[in-house]
């Protein structure tokens, strides 16, 4: 087996289509319909099934929310511009085909899932929807396929739900069929990162899945790296994620001493990033949302807390970063008080609500528990983002977006999210703005965090 190698995709297009086009190794693969099926076309799913389509390769795009398949056949899903063009000719074509039907999954040669892995209110992880996932493909299985899982999970979970099921059923993994995994690294609405051109970590059960999911892989990224094994791969993931969030939690303390200090904190890490070496910068915030950096560490966490294993700096670091929220709370009353008002009545817009800026993605956004929290302390709320009209409010109320942020004539206003095309001209210099972003906007009465 090769370990620890990066592999790169020829960049003679012909060369390479040679080196991916070959059929796979097992003998009683059949003639397959489809290169490769997608299942889950979410943030992950949907560019990655457009990526392979603008590879030449045939495919087969699977999700269980007919809603959802329905959203992207009206070309409404939340895209970056390169993914919009790419769906809009996908759809017009006969090897780019969207289905909610599972029994489809046998047509494709390779199955790659890309479903949620978040956790319950208990920060417990929730594996049921992956479970679920896992369970049509094994229902579905035939062999010669390629099954890869790239949704972020605990180290052995491909192991316990892929390679020991198979085994069960009596198929011989590495010679049947084929299992890796291979986390997914898109970061949604980021353009200036192409999704083919981000290096993919792979890990296979055995030296001939390694093999396939390579080949598989770099039908549309440029370059793979190999580990040895599928726990290798899987906790490569959890390192990525947790590494930022302990450094969010980092930026957002240095943050706080900064201002305690009377010290511009943006000023600090400009500084600081200009060493061309040993320091990456990382922004304070309100607080960090999306399907990952709030989520994956705990799944770690899960998995050590089983083994009475204790990791202090990354627990620390996730209590921080969920007890953010309501320090943006602490601080709105303070500078209330400050200027001599309460919170009791107080009119507190929120601009931008979305967990970071230019996606339509609400999952896990600070914002939320902000609202909630304002309201419970007697604010009356108010929020601006054109991405969304309403919010669900905790205890099942909603509560509508603003459409005129200087009628709202609020008395303070948190600025979360900045999205490229958030327009602030309406603030005058009489407005009090808390700037969660630490760099979102100039004006007169503008605090920190
Ligand atoms: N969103 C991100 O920024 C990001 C980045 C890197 C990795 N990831 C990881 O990728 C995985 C997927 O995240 P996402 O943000 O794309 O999720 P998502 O919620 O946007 O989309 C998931 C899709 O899967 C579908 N689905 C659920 N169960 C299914 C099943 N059994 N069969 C077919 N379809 C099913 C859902 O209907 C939904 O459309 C997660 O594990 C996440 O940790 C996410």
């Known amino acids: 087996m090769t370990t620890f190698e990066s592999i790169s995709r020829p960049t003679d297009e012909k060369e390479w289509l040679a080196t991916i086009a070959p059929p796979l190794v097992h003998p009683a693969r059949p003639d397959f319909d489809f290169d490769v099926a997608i299942v889950g076309l979410g943030y992950v799913g949907l560019p990655t099934a457009l990526a392979y389509h603008s590879a030449h390769s045939r495919v087969l795009a699977l999700d269980v929310s007919a809603r959802r398949i329905d959203t992207i056949r009206a070309q409404g899903a939340d895209l970056l511009d390169s993914d919009r063009l790419r769906l809009a000719e996908a759809l017009d074509r006969p090897d780019f085909v969207l289905t909610s039907d599972p029994e489809e999954l046998r047509r494709a040669a390779a199955v790659i899932v890309c479903v949620p892995t978040p956790i319950d209110e208990h920060l417990v992880p929730d594996l049921s929807i992956l479970r679920a996932a ?4 094994l229902s579905t299985v035939t062999p010669g396929q390629t099954l890869m899982l790239t949704s972020t999970t605990y180290v052995g979970c491909t192991d316990d739900l892929l390679v020991k099921p198979l085994t ?12 890796a995994f291979s986390a997914e690294r898109i970061d949604p609405g980021n353009a200036a990162f192409g999704h083919d051109e981000v290096p993919r970590v792979v890990g296979g059960a055995t030296p001939q899945c390694e093999e396939e999911a390579t080949r598989l892989l ?3 990224v440029t370059t793979v790296h190999r580990v040895r094994s599928l726990a290798a791969a899987e906790m490569t993931k959890l390192l990525e994620n947790t590494f930022r969030a302990v450094n969010i939690a980092l930026a957002n303390e240095f943050a706080d001493i900064c201002t305690s200090l009377d010290i ?17 910068p990382f922004l304070p915030g309100p607080g960090v949302g999306g399907h990952c950096i709030p989520c994956d560490p705990h799944y770690l966490l899960w998995q050590l807390k089983r083994s009475r294993v204790s990791a202090p700096m990354i627990t620390q670091a996730m209590t921080e970063i969920s007890a953010r929220p309501h320090r943006v709370v602490d601080r709105v009353q303070t500078v209330l008080s400050e200027r001599g008002r309460g919170m009791t ?23 939320l528990e902000i609202l909630d929290e304002l309201i419970r302390r007697g604010a009356r709320v108010g929020y601006l983002d054109p991405h969304f009209d309403s919010v669900a409010l905790a205890g099942g109320s909603s509560l509508a977006g603003i459409a005129d942020p200087a009628a709202f004539d609020a008395d303070l206003v948190v600025l979360h999210t900045r999205h490229r095309d958030t327009d602030l001209s309406w603030l005058d210099d009489r407005q009090i703005v808390l700037d969660t972003t630490y760099r979102g906007v100039d004006v007169a009465h503008r605090v920190n965090l």
């Open 168 to 179: 069960e059923l009596g198929l011989s993994v590495g010679n049947d069929v084929f299992v």
């Open 264 to 280: 511009d904190v943006a000023d600090v890490i400009d500084a600081a990033s200009t060493k061309p070496y040993g320091f990456m």
């Open 218 to 220: 770099l039908r549309y």
């Open 345 to 367: 009545g107080a009119r507190v817009l929120v601009v931008g609500i979305a967990y970071k800026a230019d996606v339509e993605d609400l999952r896990e956004s600070p914002a």
């Open 134 to 137: 896992c369970t049509t493909i």
